[in-house]
Nanobody, 123 residues
C-alpha cells in the first residue's frame, strides 16, 4: 500500500483560498484512486472529493462543489485539493486516503489514510 502524507493546512479568512497537498510514497501511486475527507469538531467524518487513477473522473460533495477542485500529478505521487471561497463551515481536519478500487465516496473503499491536516477558516 501507499502511505499518504497531507500538508498545506492552516488559518485563512473567509473568502480566501488554500491548497492542500497529499504525497504518497511508492511507485504504485498511479494505480490508486485518491480521496479527501474531513471531520469537524462534534461532527461525523464526511466525504469531500475523489479522483480516479488517470484523473478522468472526479467526484465532489454538494457542499464543496464549485468551490473545491481535486487534481493529481502521478509523476510527483501527489494529489491536490484547491479550496476557494472558503467558509467557516469548512473548518475541519482534512484527511487524504488511497483506494485500490475505483473512485468512490465511501470511506470503507479507502484502505490507507494519512494523519490529517488542520484547516481553520475565520469569519
Amino acid at each position: 500500500q501507499v502511505q499518504p502524507v497531507e500538508s498545506g493546512g492552516g488559518l485563512v479568512q473567509a473568502g480566501g483560498s488554500l491548497r492542500l497537498s497529499c504525497v504518497a510514497s511508492g511507485q504504485t501511486f498511479r494505480f490508486y484512486a485518491m480521496g479527501w475527507f474531513r471531520q469537524a469538531p462534534g461532527k461525523e467524518r464526511e466525504f469531500v472529493a475523489a479522483i480516479s487513477r488517470l484523473s478522468d473522473t472526479t467526484k465532489y460533495a454538494d457542499s464543496v462543489k464549485g468551490r473545491f477542485t481535486i487534481s493529481r500529478d502521478n509523476a510527483k505521487n501527489t494529489v491536490y485539493l484547491q479550496m476557494n471561497s472558503l467558509k467557516p463551515e469548512d473548518t475541519a481536519d482534512y484527511f487524504c486516503a488511497a483506494s485500490q478500487l475505483y473512485i468512490s465516496s465511501r470511506p470503507r473503499d479507502f484502505g490507507t489514510w494519512g494523519q490529517g491536516t488542520q484547516v481553520t477558516v475565520s469569519s
